[in-house]
């Protein structure tokens, strides 16, 4: 889903939601009557939804796309204080080919940037609140960002709960866990 997000280039506030996350997944439950993931609401629609797939044909109107999950980093959560507003970040994490021929219409997906992955994966892991900037080549908020921070360059964090703005995965990581998790 966060796949199909940055290709169609959309804005997304996402709660994440690990295993044993005390914030968002009871929300879920509350919302959609059993704790399963992922699952969407669209506040434009009001339309609600289980089922990777479901969701993707969802946002794409065509049921083509068949994404993996990702297993491991991001799925397990690690206590942590809410913050009163959602974090901001603007990444990508792959880049999509689009081929045509006769015979065959195919998307190759590519991992893009190794460094937004990771960067996410702990904003998951911490439940943190956050809206993703997708990013993705060929999105005209690569501009925007340029605009606003004078250069191109992902992952780029802003915590406006802090005043925090910065670059460099490591150094968000450590900020995130130094700022966020409960000791």
Known sequence: VREIVSILDLDVLFYPCPRNGPNFRPKV???????????????????AMY?????IKYLT??????MIGRMGKGSSYTPSKLPPQP???WAY??????????????????QASPFCKIVREVLVELE???????TARGSPKRQTLYEKVGHFQVPYLEDVNAGVKMFESAEIID????????S
Not at 61 to 66: D, I, N, P, S
Not at 128 to 134: D, E, G, Q
Request: charged share 15%; proline share 5%.
């Open 51 to 55: 089922e990777s797939d479901d969701i």
């Open 87 to 89: 974090l901001e970040l």
């Open 93 to 110: 994490e792959i880049i999509v080919f689009l081929s045509v021929s006769i015979e065959l219409t195919y998307v190759s997906l590519f």
């Open 175 to 182: 900020y995130l866990r130094a700022t966020y998790v409960l």
């Open 29 to 47: 439950l509350q919302m959609g009557g059993k704790q399963q993931f992922p699952y969407m609401v669209d506040p434009n629609t009001g339309v």
């Open 128 to 134: 943190l609140p956050h809206i993703l900037r997708s």
């Open 61 to 66: 109107l065509t049921a083509g796309f068949a």
